[in-house]
């Protein structure tokens, strides 16, 4: 039997059919634009029934035994009575706010992310914290205060597409196809990436960037459009505000002054500029490169002002502005006791940019346990996400959750975090469970993650652990559904959709007809209901209303001021399609499909040191060191390694964030430099 669901073994959403024979699955396939025989394969999905029957699932409840030896197997009643427990006794003797919800990515930012909100927040405690500060949810925050939402690019329509920080046959297939679709049939492909990956080998232009400068080079295409008069005045004259506050800030940045800087000639900066402003449709791909970096946000904000400045925003085979379908919030935010402060009350504005989104910045996490500010944390439940592993600065990460009173572990699979928990509670699949996906609410058309076979073992689906969970915190009216589709049409009632309709229209249902140029008829979701190039938000909080309008500030990449000791600049590596950030390395055919833990070095490093293909080499900053193996490569420059990233479960002494800092921290976001940093090699 075929079944229309969605693949969530990553976070693309990726529309399937799964395949199913009884209550087993069988096998999946994406579904595409493109006929069967010429789709991207993704080997995550090739390996779904190995990745969903693996002898490693975690499918009973474990609690830590009393000696602290290891695990011993529960069941669900006394494994969320003992959880239960923990939440009333830390509320009891130190407040609701000593509690802490933290997210991964693996469960999905839709209704996923509404109920562990909704359960914290009827519970008293603000600390439901997510891991945007490091990806998405920090690039939508600049967005958003640009002009009101996140822009998508329609790249499978456009004539210039610039790939900016973003790797999507690594990442997103579907997108990928749309970008070699359009380079087939006559767009110019630009990518900007210090590493030339794959879809850099296929560009027309690549810009070798240096790691971090994205804003710089936003800022001086931005200059360059402006003073050769390229951009769209009609759209700037009356669709948004601050072109002058704009116009002065980006004169700071002249081609000749940062070619060097950017690694790039003033030639290649003044030619990709033309091109991206004159050809028509044009689109942006912004991605993960631009995380982890302290000043994604203006870096972000720039790169969105490139769309408005060239008319290309919301416009078909530019950058459109989304559609959202209506639904209920049912976070209960409103529930907080007045003055309940989160612990990330020092990004008051990222906290709030959206309805839904609430809190992103992870390191306030480690801040509260181990420096108890701004209060301390006792206990925290890790759903979805590896911290130990994913989080900057490894060994303080480490020492912060060994110091807490009670950790909590939902996940699939033992992670290096659960290894520390005192209660892990198995999760199901994304097969073996039904929800309602952020990409299916946030745009037209509609997918519902539609579960294919039972849960596996004695696991459970997300949304079951918190709604019994609320029930045992006493939370029986705020957690009334049963079932999945029973709080499904509760939050779409709103929108007239249920999940039968979902369901019966298995290809994608949409509730409204796709429009473009909406601004016509509709103001911009900001202040001034245009698109914002100077904010009157971040000024009054004391801010540069404008990206980079100060200039740039202290040198992006971590550890810039030790170079003399740490000579080399290493960038984290390329997310492999294989896998999803730490997850599935205990999957054998994905292990054997591809290459290892290795640090790529360029041939004439390598010969400076003598380092030979497949030697091991430490590779040290003043945080920590790792060991990898070497392979020589020239997708990098000389002077720059690139580290494979995620490594961390299957091998501690691979752990890329042993290397990384979390310092310093952008002012707005709360992001710091973890992507780039100084480092030195040596062969071990």
Request: hydrophobic share 40%; with cysteine; glycine share 8%.
């Amino acid at each position: 039997m075929i079944i229309d669901t969605v693949c969530r073994l990553c976070s693309s959403c990726c529309p399937i059919e799964a395949e199913v024979e009884g209550d087993r699955l069988i096998g999946a396939r994406r579904k595409s634009f493109l006929d069967p025989d010429k789709r991207l394969p993704c080997p995550k999905l090739a390996a779904a029934p190995e990745i969903v029957y693996s002898p490693a699932r975690l499918t009973t409840p474990l609690i830590k035994k009393e000696d602290g030896s290891g695990f011993r197997e529960a069941g669900w009643d006394e494994a969320l009575d003992l959880a239960a427990s923990e939440f009333f006794r830390h509320r009891e003797q130190s407040g609701a706010q000593a509690i802490a919800w933290l997210r991964g990515m693996a469960a999905d930012w839709g209704a996923p992310w509404d109920y562990p909100n909704r359960l914290m927040h009827a519970f008293g405690s603000p600390n439901t914290i997510g891991n945007g500060s490091i990806c998405f949810v920090g690039r939508d925050f600049a967005h958003s205060y640009v002009y009101g939402a996140m822009a998508f690019p329609e790249a499978k329509s456009a004539q210039c597409i610039i790939v900016w920080g973003k790797n999507d046959g690594n990442t997103a297939l579907g997108a990928a196809e749309g970008i070699h679709w359009a380079k087939e049939h006559g767009a110019t492909l630009i990518v900007v990436d210090p590493v030339r990956t794959a879809l850099g080998r296929k560009a027309d232009i690549w810009l070798q960037i240096k790691p971090g400068h994205d804003g710089l080079l936003a800022m001086t295409m931005i200059n360059e459009i402006i003073k050769e008069k390229l951009y769209d005045a009609a759209f700037v004259e009356q669709y948004t505000v601050g072109f002058e506050a704009l116009k002065e800030a980006a004169a700071q940045y002249p081609v000749e002054q940062a070619a060097e800087t950017l690694w790039l000639s003033a030639e290649q900066i003044r030619q990709v500029a033309r091109l991206y402003a004159v050809t028509k449709p044009a689109a942006i791909v912004d991605g993960n490169g631009l995380d982890m970096h302290r000043d994604v946000f203006d870096a972000t904000r720039a790169i969105a002002m490139l769309r408005a400045l060239t008319g290309n925003l919301d416009k078909p085979g530019g950058d459109v502005l989304p559609q959202p379908i209506p639904a209920r919030n049912i976070q209960l935010k409103e529930r907080l006791a007045e003055g309940a402060v989160p612990i990330t009350r020092d990004y008051p504005l990222f906290n709030d940019f959206s309805e839904t989104w609430g809190n992103q910045v992870q390191g306030c996490v480690v801040d509260a346990i181990l420096e108890e500010n701004p209060y301390p944390l006792k206990m925290v439940v890790v759903q979805s996400g590896n911290p130990l592993v994913t989080m900057a600065d490894s060994t303080r990460t480490r020492a912060a959750f060994a110091k807490l009173e009670t950790l909590v572990v939902i996940d699939l699979f033992m992670t290096e975090t659960a290894r520390l928990a005192d209660v892990v509670l198995p999760a199901s699949s994304c097969f073996e469970k039904t929800q309602l996906n952020r990409s299916s609410i946030r745009n037209n058309p509609m997918f519902l993650q539609d579960a294919v076979i039972p849960p596996v073992g004695d696991s459970w689906p997300d949304w079951k652990i918190v709604f019994e969970l609320g029930r045992r915190l006493g939370l029986n009216e705020e957690f009334p559904w049963q079932t999945a589709e029973e709080a499904i049409d509760y939050q779409l009632a709103p929108a007239g959709v249920t999940v039968e309709q979902l369901r019966a229209n298995g290809k994608g249902l949409r509730i409204e007809a796709m429009r473009y140029e909406k601004y016509r008829d509709q103001p911009f979701k900001t202040p001034s209901g245009k698109v914002e190039f100077f904010s009157s938000r971040l000024a009054e909080a004391g801010f540069s209303g404008t990206p980079f309008a100060n200039g740039l500030g202290a040198d992006p990449i971590s550890f810039a001021d030790q170079s003399a000791d740490y000579p080399i600049l290493g960038v984290s590596g390329s997310r492999d399609i294989r896998f999803t950030n730490s997850q599935f390395r205990a999957i054998p055919s994905l292990l054997k499909s591809g290459v290892g833990c290795v640090v790529d070095i360029h041939p004439d490093d390598a010969a400076l040191q003598a380092i030979a293909e497949g030697d091991r080499i430490g590779i040290e900053t003043p945080k920590g060191a790792v060991a990898m193996t070497a392979r020589i490569a020239t997708v990098v420059r000389p002077g720059m390694v690139r580290l494979a990233w995620g490594w961390g479960d299957y091998d501690p002494r691979g752990n890329l964030n042993a290397l990384t800092e979390d310092d310093v921290r952008g002012p707005v976001s709360g992001t710091s430099t973890s992507r780039s940093f100084m480092c030195r090699l040596r062969k071990l």
